[in-house]
């Protein structure tokens, strides 16, 4: 397993590694855990190498947000993955993936004005652009997210469509479902900032949710159901709900009842130092 942090040498490896087959991308920020590893061997299934580029991305945090505090542990991360034979590892600094006069930005329109995007502005701004050039720098032939980060993975799949990206196209862009704890949590390198306490509560998280999603299909008023949902999680600990909303799973257009389109129950929620997000299929 190669560890490349410069852009000349990537590109000379992704040439060289290409030769014996498709190469997928799993592009993450580090702090790896089984969620970000059943990427890896989802794109093991999938192409002849796996590379995995780990950055920490400035410009998708915004002010007062944790950049300065958001895991870094390269070394552990390396070793994870050579586990899993992952044929190379792009780690670039900041100053690699945003040289001196760095000016340009994607933003995508739309699809990533509510949910995390009304709560974090730039947020996805940030991520499209960072992908963007991860796409152009490895080029490859598929790439792979979790759901976990849904609306991630729709802003990147537009992105990919409306700039007619080739390497990956936007059908190749694949998500991966979301990896779970025993009592249903999803699993996020945030986690690592719960208390034992706060991790004990935090799963009342997708229990609500469960509990909405099984009184929206049995018929319950939508508004009546994520409020209860609400009012779990007040009841569990957590401090703050920033959104709990039914939305359709493409467009990601708000839903006010289930009318034959696939729908999704999105809720983003805060406990002690963390911000948690999930959402589910309804």
């Not at 701004?125 to 080029?139: E, N, P």
């Not at 508004?223 to 909303?245: H, I, K």
């Amino acid at each position: 397993m190669q560890t490349i942090n410069r852009l000349n040498p990537l590109r000379d490896a992704v040439t060289a590694l290409r030769r014996d087959g498709p190469v997928a991308l799993v592009p993450t920020m580090g702090a790896l855990h089984d969620g970000h590893l059943s990427l890896v061997r989802e794109a093991k299934r999938r192409a002849a190498h796996v590379v995995v580029s780990i950055f920490v991305n400035p410009r998708q945090f915004g002010a007062g947000e944790d950049l300065a505090a958001y895991p870094r542990q390269l070394a552990r991360d390396s070793e994870l993955l050579a586990s899993e034979d992952v044929s190379l590892i792009w780690a670039p600094g900041v100053e690699e993936m945003y040289p001196p006069g760095y000016a340009t930005n994607i933003s995508v329109a739309g699809i990533s004005d509510g949910l995390c995007g009304a709560n974090r502005p730039g947020h996805f701004d940030g991520v499209a652009t960072v992908v963007c050039k991860l796409f152009h720098q490895v080029l490859p032939d598929l790439a792979l997210f979790g759901e976990k980060d849904w609306q991630q993975l729709a802003v990147i799949r537009r992105m990919a469509r409306d700039l007619d990206l080739t390497q990956p196209r936007a059908d190749a862009i694949h998500g991966v479902p979301t990896v779970r704890e025993a009592d249903g949590l999803a699993l996020s390198s945030r986690n690592a900032y719960l208390t034992a306490d706060e991790r004990e509560r935090a799963g009342a998280l997708p229990q609500a949710m469960r509990t909405a999603i099984a009184q929206i299909r049995a018929g319950g008023a939508v508004a009546d159901s994520l409020a209860e949902l609400q009012r779990s999680l007040t009841a569990a600990g957590f401090t703050a709900v920033d959104y709990a909303e039914l939305r359709e799973a493409d467009s990601l257009a708000l839903l006010d009842g289930l009318g034959g389109l696939p729908a999704r129950l999105f809720v983003a929620a805060r406990i002690g130092r963390a911000r948690l997000i999930d959402n589910m299929p309804v």
